[in-house]
T-cell receptor
Framework: GDSVTQMEGPVTLSEEAFLTINCTYT??????LFWYVQYPGEGLQLLLK?????DKGSNKGFEATYRKETTSFHLEKGSVQVSDSAVYFC???????????FGTGTRLKVLA | DTGVSQNPRHKITKRGQNVTFRCDPI?????LYWYRQTLGQGPEFLTY????????KSRLLSDRFSAERPKGSFSTLEIQRTEQGDSAMYLC???????????????FGSGTRLTVV
């Protein structure tokens, strides 16, 4: 079945460092890909998405490109802030369905 | 609009007891979803409703679990005869009638954390 694999955390960075969180997927066909973020004590929030190959999703300085050839959707940010500390989840959804398959999440800690 | 509301935020129960959680979606959203998130794992799909109709249930939803959305507004998730393995965060989410399912992006509640002792 479909699955999503994320790099294990925690990822600890200094403020203004470059961030990469790796995400790869296994799926039939052409799923849509997503990054959700969960701040402490809050629900998951959609960060960005891409619905077809070579699409780039972006939001709040974060970016991810849908790479069909490597089945990847890595999350990047050029300069992280302390306020970016959270758990990041990669997910996929097959067209016409209403549910996600999530990865296990990667905790990011940004130190001042 | 205050987003998706879940109550209670925390629930501690003894093994074998029944528990019920409530989810109030965003008022104009007609689709409602339940997920379960165990420690160190991502959320796993349990079930979803379109209005009052329960359209899909995961095999994770054993006979001890039942979900309802009687008037197409709030939803309840009941777990009977709780087991320690039921300890998890139970997440509710909703989406509007427009959009294309999960592609639209869910609005999640903050969850109900269940601890079975």
């Amino acid at each position: 079945g479909d699955s999503v694999t994320q790099m294990e955390g925690p990822v600890t960075l200094s403020e203004e460092a470059f961030l990469t969180i790796n995400c790869t997927y296994t799926a039939t066909g052409y799923p849509s890909l997503f990054w959700y973020v969960q701040y402490p004590g809050e629900g998951l929030q959609l960060l960005l998405k891409a619905t077809k190959a070579d699409d780039k999703g972006s939001n709040k300085g974060f970016e991810a490109t849908y790479r069909k050839e490597t089945t990847s959707f890595h999350l990047e940010k050029g300069s992280v802030q302390v306020s970016d500390s959270a758990v990041y989840f990669c997910a996929l959804s097959q067209p016409g369905t209403y549910k996600y398959i999530f990865g296990t999440g990667t905790r990011l800690k940004v130190l001042a | 609009d205050t987003g998706v509301s879940q109550n209670p935020r925390h629930k501690i129960t003894k093994r074998g007891q029944n528990v019920t959680f409530r989810c109030d979606p965003i008022s104009e959203h007609n689709r409602l979803y339940w997920y379960r998130q165990t420690l160190g794992q991502g959320p796993e799909f349990l079930t979803y409703f379109q209005n009052e109709a329960q359209l899909e249930k995961s095999r994770l939803l054993s006979d001890r679990f039942s979900a309802e959305r009687p008037k197409g507004s709030f939803s309840t998730l009941e777990i009977q005869r709780t087991e320690q393995g039921d300890s998890a965060m139970y997440l509710c989410a909703s989406t509007p009638v427009a959009g294309t399912g999960a592609n639209y992006g869910y609005t999640f509640g903050s969850g109900t954390r269940l601890t079975v002792v």
